[in-house]
T-cell receptor
Framework: GAVVSQHPSWVICKSGTSVKIECRSL??????MFWYRQFPKQSLMLMAT?????????EQGVEKDKFLINHASLTLSTLTVTSAHPEDSSFYIC??????????????FGSGTRLTVV | KQEVTQIPAALSVPEGENLVLNCSFT??????LQWFRQDPGKGLTSLLL?????REQTSGRLNASLDKSSGRSTLYIAASQPGDSATYLC??????????FGQGTELSVKP
């Protein structure tokens, strides 16, 4: 089945530094990827939609300059948290839509990245 | 605007019980609905995908149904096991691909 590989699975960084999270589609091409953020005991919150070769579309309230998204190829999307602060500590998950010629085969998710900013 | 709601928020059952998780959505013009499982600190694992033209899907001990007219989907788990303990999420896509999630049902199966 379609697999999205997400790295790193966890990262600890100091305040003020930047962190990059990668998501790769391993056996399919992902024209569109989605980035979510999840707080403890809560559901997923969509942050942005990443389109290959074009600018990402951010949800209302998400800072574009803080959460930089790059989707330079059909198999790789990256999320960079810039000038991280403790309030950016969260669980970040990417996903991709898996579409066949005739129907949508749903969405597949990465394994998530636990970011802790100290 | 599509809204997805799941009840109950939490459920604790003894091992071996059959159980039903509920998902409701406000816009019946969905083209599919997907059920996921999330273990603590992990990503989402897809369990079942039901296309809008389908009534149900089955995988092992799991059966998911879809009733677009009433805006409801159910996930049935037969003969529950401790390994089934996790949070279960249902989600419906909007045009453009955004997934709208329910808040999830946290399931605990006691041995």
């Amino acid at each position: 089945g379609a697999v999205v590989s997400q790295h790193p699975s966890w990262v600890i960084c100091k305040s003020g530094t930047s962190v990059k999270i990668e998501c790769r589609s391993l056996d399919f091409q992902a024209t569109t990827m989605f980035w979510y953020r999840q707080f403890p005991k809560q559901s997923l919150m969509l942050m942005a939609t990443s389109n290959e070769g074009s600018k990402a579309t951010y949800e209302q309230g998400v800072e574009k300059d803080k959460f930089l998204i790059n989707h330079a190829s059909l198999t790789l999307s990256t999320l960079t948290v810039t000038s991280a602060h403790p309030e950016d500590s969260s669980f970040y998950i990417c996903s991709a839509s898996v579409s066949g010629r005739r129907s949508n085969y749903g969405y597949t998710f990465g394994s998530g990245t636990r970011l802790t900013v100290v | 605007k599509q809204e997805v709601t799941q009840i109950p928020a939490a459920l604790s059952v003894p091992e071996g019980e059959n159980l039903v998780l509920n998902c409701s959505f406000t816009d019946s013009a969905i083209y599919n609905l997907q059920w996921f499982r999330q273990d603590p600190g992990k990503g989402l694992t897809s369990l079942l995908l039901i296309q809008s033209s389908q009534r149900e899907q089955t995988s092992g001990r799991l059966n998911a149904s879809l009733d677009k007219s009433s805006g409801r989907s159910t996930l049935y788990i037969a003969a529950s096991q401790p390994g089934d303990s996790a949070t279960y999420l249902c989600a419906a896509p909007l045009q453009g691909g955004k997934l709208i999630f329910g808040q999830g049902t946290e399931l605990s199966v006691k041995p």
